[in-house]
């Protein structure tokens, strides 16, 4: 008979499985969206002179934005500055007091012809008795006293209305003048409102006015928006069941902040890490679903409200479980089987029961126990039974014990 070729035992790379604990996310579809759009408005009314943004730019707090007519606003300023002036000059002419100083230096007067009065009174009442003056000239004495006594009671009660009216006219300049000040502050501010800044940093929208446009305060469509984009927003819908998983598991409860990673509509994984900020209070009747909402940094402002993509959140633990890579499991009208080799280094076809997937790996629930040795790469050259050359295999960087990790 003719002699055969022996063939030597095809090589293979095999991986001991374990069994170990791993995170089992979930993958949902998700939609970004800005959280706190912001209009901007003139608070003002005036027509637009410059506007100083592109459409489509990101602006920052402050940034200024349009610049309407500044006249009729710095006109308004001069005019409340020259009221504030006047009425302050008022105000210091009324802390003078000359009314007053004027009726008590009258009373003043007044009181001294009082003096002389009843001087000559006594000077001429010994006289007349005495013969020695006429008493005419006494009787003319005694009149001239009694009206100098009416024109100080008269000038006492003037200076009494005199100091009233005084306290009236510096209290009422005073208000004058804190008035003025504030209609001057009001121009100020309108004029300063004339200047149309950013409220917030974001990315700047259409502008809905042109130069040359009038810009009122009481319209009822915006000048533009500006929407913040970092952090950026994701709302996904997780079903009730998952919703209680998470609930019920405390390891991940213990976490005070839940992170999740947002794959992009091309396949690729954005870098930055986003957190679970909170869930809306109720299950969506309809779908069974519950809505939840992260953010994301967003500091190039690459991502953009309105995209569409998958958020990955880790939703329970599985504990003490196998895990083969998926490229070792075979398929066959719905059964799933794995090569393993025995301690004679052949193969051995084992169905397996799989379960929740895991990155790149399966979860294996039957058909295997820790300790057994799978065949990963090179499954396609094995014969159940057959001899095999088994080496290690090397999972890639990616992934621990074959278990892929979640970038």
């Known amino acids: 008979a003719q002699n055969q070729i022996a063939f030597p035992p095809p090589p293979v790379s095999v991986l001991e499985v374990q069994a170990q604990d791993v995170p089992i996310y979930g993958e949902y579809a998700a939609q970004t969206f800005a959280r706190d759009m912001v209009e901007v408005r003139g608070r003002v ?26 006249r009729p606003y710095s006109a308004d300023v001069e005019k409340a500055k020259a009221d504030l002036a006047q ?7 009324a802390k003078k007091q000359v009314a007053l100083i004027q009726a008590q230096a009258n009373l003043a007067q007044a009181k ?3 003096v002389k009065a009843q001087q000559d009174v006594a000077r001429l009442q010994p006289l007349v008795s005495q013969e020695a003056a006429a008493k005419q000239d006494l009787d003319n004495a005694l009149d001239a006293l009694e009206a100098n006594k009416a024109n100080v009671a008269a000038l006492s009660a003037n200076v009494d209305q005199t100091r009233l009216q005084t306290r009236t006219n510096i209290d009422s300049a005073a208000a004058q003048v804190a008035s003025n000040r504030a209609l001057l502050r009001t121009a100020e501010l309108n004029l300063e409102y004339a200047t149309i800044n950013a409220p917030i940093s974001g990315r700047i929208g259409d502008s809905l ?5 009038l810009v009122s305060k009481t319209a009822a469509q915006p000048l533009t928006t500006i929407v913040p984009l970092d952090p950026i927003w994701v709302r996904f819908k997780v079903s009730e069941a998952e919703y209680l998983a998470y609930q019920n598991s405390k390891e991940i409860q213990r976490s005070t902040t ?7 509509a091309d396949g690729s994984v954005f870098p930055h890490e986003g957190r679970i900020q909170n869930a809306l209070n109720q299950v969506d009747l309809k779908t069974g679903t519950l809505e939840i909402q992260g953010t994301f940094p967003n500091p190039g402002h690459t991502i953009l409200p309105g995209q569409f993509g998958r958020v990955r959140l880790r939703i329970r633990d599985a504990k003490n479980v196998i895990v083969v890579p998926q490229r070792a499991v075979q398929e066959l009208q719905s059964m799933q089987s794995v090569f393993t080799v025995g301690p004679d280094n052949r193969a051995e076809a084992r169905n397996i029961v799989t379960a929740d997937r895991v990155g790149d790996g399966w979860i294996v629930t039957e058909g295997l126990k820790p300790g057994d040795k799978v065949i990963v790469e090179g499954v396609q050259k094995v014969r159940p039974g057959a001899p095999v050359q088994p080496t290690s295999y090397k999972p890639p960087r990616t992934t621990v014990r074959g278990v892929p990790r979640l970038s």
């Open 45 to 70: 009314d005036g027509y637009i002179e410059k506007r100083l943004f592109q459409v489509g730019a990101d602006v920052r707090a402050g940034q200024t934005l349009y610049v309407l007519d500044l």
């Open 87 to 93: 009425s302050e000059a008022n105000l210091e002419f």
């Open 112 to 114: 001294a012809n009082l």
């Open 209 to 213: 006015i042109e130069v040359g446009g």
């Open 258 to 264: 839940l992170p999740i990673r947002l794959i992009l």
